[in-house]
C-alpha cells in the first residue's frame, strides 16, 4: 500500500472549518483514500473514503487533488468532540492485501474552545 | 443497531499466561479483523476472518490464533504472553470480500502484562 504522510498535531478553534491534510505522492490508480479518527480511549471510526471524485457525508467533506497524489479531510464546523487522532489510510481495490488498514501515526487535531 | 462488541473492557495478566479476547461483529457483518495497538502509535493488524477461516495475515508471530464462529463471532488468543504483548486490542467488522465497504472498530480490550 501507498505511504501517507500527515502533519502530527494541528489546532482548529471551534466552529471553524478543520482542513487536514494528507499526501499520499507514491498512489496507484487501484487504491482509495480513507479516513478514520480514534477519540481518546475509543476504537478508530469510519469517517468516509474515496476513489477520484470528491466525497461528502454527514460527518465530512474529503477533496482529493485531480493527480490523486493528496487529499484534505474537512470537519465543516469543528466541536469539542472533534478533538481526536486523524488517520489518513489508502488502500488497495483488489483483494489480498485490501484487507487490512494499513494506520501511520495520523494527526492529533485540537479543538479549542 | 449494535455496533462491533468487544469483552473484556480491560484485562491484566503475567508473564506466560494465556488469554482469550471476543468481538461481536455488527448486526450484518460476516468478517472480523484484529489490530494491536500500542501505546501512541497507530493500531497493527494481526489477521482476518472470514467463512471460519484466517485469510490474511499481518506479521504476528503463531502465538497469536484466532476462531471464528458460525455466528461470525470471534476470539483473539495469545499464547506465552510477553511485556511487550501489552496493548489495546481492536476487533473490526466488515461485509464480505468488499474492499469498498469500510471496516467498523469496537472500543477495544486494554491488556496490561505484569
Known amino acids: 500500500d501507498a505511504k501517507t504522510t500527515q502533519p502530527p498535531s494541528m489546532d482548529c478553534a471551534e466552529g471553524r472549518a478543520a482542513n487536514l491534510p494528507c499526501n499520499h505522492s507514491t498512489i496507484s490508480g487501484n487504491e482509495y483514500v480513507y479516513w478514520y479518527r480514534q477519540i481518546h480511549s475509543q476504537g478508530p471510526q469510519y469517517i468516509i473514503h474515496?476513489?477520484?471524485n470528491n466525497e461528502t457525508n454527514e460527518m465530512a467533506s474529503l477533496i482529493i487533488t485531480e493527480d490523486r497524489k493528496s487529499s484534505t479531510l474537512i470537519l465543516p464546523h469543528a466541536t469539542l468532540r472533534d478533538t481526536a487522532v486523524y488517520y489518513c489510510?489508502?488502500?488497495?481495490?483488489?483483494?489480498?492485501?485490501?484487507?487490512?488498514?494499513?494506520f501511520g501515526s495520523g494527526t492529533q487535531l485540537t479543538v479549542l474552545p | 443497531d449494535a455496533g462491533v462488541t468487544q469483552s473484556p473492557t480491560h484485562l491484566i495478566k503475567t508473564r506466560g499466561q494465556q488469554v482469550t479476547l471476543r468481538c461481536s461483529p455488527k448486526s450484518g457483518h460476516d468478517t472480523v479483523s484484529w489490530y494491536q495497538q500500542a501505546l501512541g502509535q497507530g493500531p497493527q493488524f494481526i489477521f482476518q476472518?472470514?467463512?471460519?477461516?484466517?485469510?490474511q495475515r499481518g506479521n504476528f508471530p503463531d502465538r497469536f490464533s484466532g476462531h471464528q464462529f458460525p455466528n461470525y463471532s470471534s476470539e483473539l488468543n495469545v499464547n506465552a504472553l510477553l511485556l511487550g504483548d501489552s496493548a489495546l486490542y481492536l476487533c473490526?467488522?466488515?461485509?464480505?470480500?468488499?474492499?469498498?465497504?469500510?471496516?467498523?472498530f469496537g472500543d477495544g480490550t486494554r491488556l496490561s502484562i505484569l
Open positions: 476472518y472470514y467463512e471460519e477461516e484466517e485469510r
Open positions: 489510510i489508502v488502500r488497495l481495490i483488489s483483494s489480498g492485501s485490501a484487507r487490512q488498514l494499513t
Open positions: 473490526a467488522s466488515s461485509l464480505g470480500d468488499r474492499v469498498n465497504q469500510p471496516q467498523h
Open positions: 474515496g476513489l477520484k
